[in-house]
């Protein structure tokens, strides 16, 4: 291993480490973060918010840039998200003298904790290193951080911008929150630099994705002994709903109208389930709800279909809530600096069907999703990044800063 591959790896391990699960504050990682780039001479902006369940949430947004001028246009702005997915089971490799540093890790107990606590120690195995976050995104941002440090101001002629928001995995409120609060945001749409939203494209350029949106419908009714009459099953009045929601299911996969065929799958993939509160089978379910989730796309948001729903919902004197999701992404792949990004990593521009909290920088002109690791690895139970990734993508990083950000 090289030293910039070992100094990555060893950046990735310690940000591996911090147990930062959505429904856990991110403070404690976004103050190690903003520490490393202020050592780098980063000027840091840090804005906060307390989300719904009253956790707080940090969004960072560090620029270094020797001059003081942001009315030029251009540099580099690299966005990325501290938060991770829960961890319900862990089966990837775990360290033998695990300490058990991690115990603040979530909200689990007994054999769920012990998972949690293996996933937030990173073990480094033949060419991968394990752990939650490894490859989504924390992967990412160790790439990003290692090249900043291999570059000096004074080689610098434009900003560079480094931005960390949080609850990427729950609704983009990071990003949308930093849309709507940082003043540092304001002088990066002012710049319109090259925009690199770090989620990992095993450095492929991706020029688009999808959106998601979707919402749920409850119902209430009474709870009793199942032997019984004196109970109202919630389910009841939820069958309508579930006949139109696959009605509608079928509609998408079959129409034209809901299809856009530069995406793969076409559709709006519709997708449901049911919730119930019980789970013994001798209650009568007290309270049910059918969930929904939709990939949008640029021109078809599924609105209208979202509307049949609501108004069925009305009619039966159901509850109606609507999600608030992210949008969809579509930069024009013709864009010179499009191909100049392919040049430079020797892909093709790619369309993706997953989505990023990029849709929230819509007033970023510049924007694609490029980032070391595979999404096919995001997520899992044995979460890893490829070492030749993190080399891979330190070198790229650094060569778009030497780009963008150190030319006259």
Same mark, same amino acid.
Request: proline content about 4%; some cysteine.
């Given at each position: ?144 951080? &290692? ?5 000096? /101001? *004074?080689? $610098? ?8 928001? #949080?609850? =990427? ?123 929904? &989730? ?5 021109? /078809? *948001?599924? $609105? ?8 069925? #919902?009305? =009619? ?93």
């Amino acid at each position: 291993m090289d030293a910039t591959t070992q100094q990555t790896t060893q950046l990735l391990s310690r940000l591996i480490e911090f147990p930062s699960i959505s429904s856990t504050s991110n403070r404690r990682i976004s103050d190690d973060i903003a520490g490393f780039l202020n050592e780098m001479r980063f000027s840091v902006e840090e804005t906060s918010y307390v989300d719904d369940a009253g956790v707080q949430k940090v969004n960072l947004v560090a620029c270094r840039y020797p001059g003081t001028d942001f009315d030029q246009v251009g540099g580099l702005a690299y966005f990325a998200h501290s938060d991770v997915v829960p961890v319900p089971t862990w089966t990837g490799p775990k360290n033998e003298n695990q300490s058990g540093a991690n115990q603040s890790g979530g909200n689990q107990t007994g054999a769920n904790q012990t998972e949690t606590n293996a996933a937030f120690d990173p073990v480094l195995s033949g060419d991968r290193l394990y752990g939650r976050g490894a490859c989504d995104m924390k992967g990412s941002i160790a790439t990003m951080l &290692t090249a900043a440090a291999s570059i000096s /101001i *004074d080689e $610098q002629t434009r900003p560079l911008w480094i931005v960390c928001t #949080a609850d =990427e995995e729950v609704g983009f409120d990071g990003a949308k929150h930093l849309v709507k609060h940082s003043a540092a945001y304001r002088d990066i749409v002012r710049a319109q630099p090259i925009a690199i939203i770090g989620e990992p494209t095993e450095l492929n350029v991706v020029h688009a994705h999808k959106g998601i949106t979707g919402f749920e419908v409850t119902s209430h009714g009474r709870s009793a002994h199942s032997s019984t009459d004196d109970g109202i099953n919630a389910n009841e009045a939820l069958m309508p709903i579930l006949q139109l929601v696959e009605e509608i299911n079928q509609a998408t996969r079959r129409d034209t109208e809901y299809h856009d065929p530069r995406f793969d799958p076409p559709h709006l993939s519709w997708n449901y389930g049911i919730r119930n509160s019980e789970s013994a089978i001798n209650i009568t379910t007290q309270q049910a709800s059918v969930w929904v &989730t939709l990939r949008t796309m640029p021109a /078809i *948001d599924g $609105q209208d279909l979202i509307e049949r729903v609501r108004h069925k #919902a009305a =009619e039966l004197k159901l509850d109606f809530k609507l999600y608030d999701g992210g949008s969809p992404v579509w930069i024009d792949a013709n864009q010179p600096f499009i191909d100049e990004l392919c040049q430079m990593t020797h892909t093709s521009p790619q369309v993706v069907c997953y989505g990023t909290d990029g849709g929230e920088f819509s007033e970023l002109g510049r924007r694609v999703v490029l980032g070391p690791g595979s999404i096919e690895q995001a997520h899992t139970s044995d979460e890893w990044i490829s070492l030749d990734q993190l080399k891979a993508g330190t070198a790229l990083y650094a060569d778009l800063i030497r780009r963008y950000c150190c030319q006259a």
